[in-house]
């Protein structure tokens, strides 16, 4: 009984799958309420804020949910203030933000937001309050190094907790009672330290892609309203001016303007044909990811109608209407009557006509065309009569050719965000136990 005893396995450690040179020490399993205590928020709604003037900022639920950085560095957001007829005099010292507080929303209408959450990095001095649904906890029973909880409560470990304690039907809450009964995995502070500085250098690489792609389509949006209205122009190969444009319907600019079909295949999701919707339209592309199949019974039926080919133009004329790709699949597909499809002639460029459509000009000529109130929809020959200014095909395939370059400057930029995006997603979930 001696031998067995003695030859009992020692508590195995908690510890993450990765880690950083020079840290061997296991993790603390702690619950929410050993390290933070909850503070007093106010009630404040938007009527009661402004962004104009005030002696205090308020953070409210809404911003957490839909722009708020997780680590949150007032110099870097966009925060409303509390207005200055408001009568703050009664909020308590303790009650104002400090560095290092979580404010995290505790209501929300779907588990993937309830309990979100920001940590405050950078307060530059300023006095902050926490607002209507949210909670304010502070670290003051265990220390902490500051920007490390922030991401410790992205992993999937802790969403999945606050995910469990969430209840209501149409509007999830959660409540601090239940907060503070949560696990959380707590390393040494060193170690705390290390891994905040590394994700934070991930998050500044993310702040800069998104800020480039930003600029980028701000640069395009510009470029596109000056060479839609003419204020800027091409040359031709020997430097002369090209002739002056002139205003055409889209129908004269085609060879056909037609939607999908109206006919219901048999079956959905059986087949090896593309049958696709509105839906699956998106400005610049098409989105496979979601589209369903049919037979070759029923592509065949539906083909008759519409004989979609690679380059035609397709704009969605109901559902999210005005989304505009030019079609490069080489697989024949079906296509819904929500729908249109251009097929342009040799005096138009279809990726010119693409450009045109997404531009500004495009976009106005789309919205002042769409009819009805439940159902809101654009008529195919409302679609026929939109009226643009065409020059000739060798400047058309100029301007084309350059606001294509940027469009592949941006997507470049959107696929570095999504592969950064995921490598971050991994790192949460194996430097984290």
Request: aromatic content about 10%; hydrophobic content about 35%.
């Amino acid at each position: 009984m001696m031998e067995v005893a003695m030859a009992k396995e020692k508590k195995k450690l908690l510890v993450p799958k990765w880690r950083f040179k020079g840290f061997a020490e296991g993790w603390k399993k702690m619950s929410y309420g050993e390290i933070y205590t909850f503070h007093t928020t106010n009630s404040y709604s938007r009527d009661n804020l402004n962004y104009e003037a005030g002696l205090v900022k308020n953070i409210h639920y809404g911003d957490i949910h839909t722009k708020f950085s997780t680590l949150f560095d007032i110099q870097k957001e966009y925060v409303p203030f509390v207005n200055t007829e408001i009568d703050i005099s009664k909020i308590k010292e303790e009650c104002y933000c400090q560095e290092k507080d979580l404010v995290i929303a505790d209501a929300s209408e779907d588990y993937a937001d309830i309990g979100k959450t920001i940590e405050l990095i950078n307060l530059n001095k300023e006095k902050i309050i926490a607002g209507l649904h949210t909670f304010l906890a502070r670290p003051s029973k265990h220390e902490m190094a500051k920007g490390f909880a922030g991401y410790l409560v992205q992993t999937w470990n802790v969403r999945k907790q606050v995910m469990t304690i969430a209840q209501g039907t149409k509007v999830l809450s959660i409540s601090t009672g239940r907060l503070a009964l949560l696990k959380l995995n707590i390393p040494a502070l060193p170690e705390q330290q290390k891994i905040a500085s590394f994700l934070s250098a991930i998050d500044q690489k993310l702040q800069q892609l998104q800020r480039k792609k930003e600029l980028l389509e701000h640069y395009k949006k510009g470029v596109m309203q000056q060479l839609f209205s003419g204020k800027l122009r091409f040359k031709d190969e020997k430097g002369k001016a090209y002739p002056k444009w002139e205003e055409k319907t889209l129908e004269a600019i085609s060879l056909k303007v037609q939607d999908g079909t109206h006919f219901s295949p048999k079956s959905l999701d059986q087949g090896e044909f593309f049958y696709l919707t509105s839906k699956n339209i998106k400005n610049g592309y098409i989105d496979l990811s979601s589209a369903q199949f049919v037979s070759k019974a029923d592509h065949d039926a539906i083909y008759k109608r519409c004989d979609i080919r690679r380059g035609d133009v397709l704009l969605t004329k109901d559902g999210t209407i005005g989304q505009v790709c030019v079609n490069n699949l080489d697989k024949p597909f079906s296509l819904l009557s929500s729908v249109a499809f251009i097929r342009t002639n040799k005096d138009c460029d279809n990726y010119f006509l693409y450009q045109v459509l997404v531009s500004p000009v495009g976009q106005r000529e789309i919205s002042n065309s769409i009819a009805g109130q439940a159902l809101k929809r654009i008529t195919l020959t409302k679609i026929k009569n939109f009226k643009f200014l065409f020059p000739v095909i060798s400047e058309q395939q100029k301007i084309a050719n350059y606001l294509t370059s940027i469009d592949k400057k941006v997507e470049l930029i959107k696929t570095q965000l999504k592969e950064t995006e995921t490598f971050k997603k991994g790192l949460l979930q194996q430097l984290f136990v």
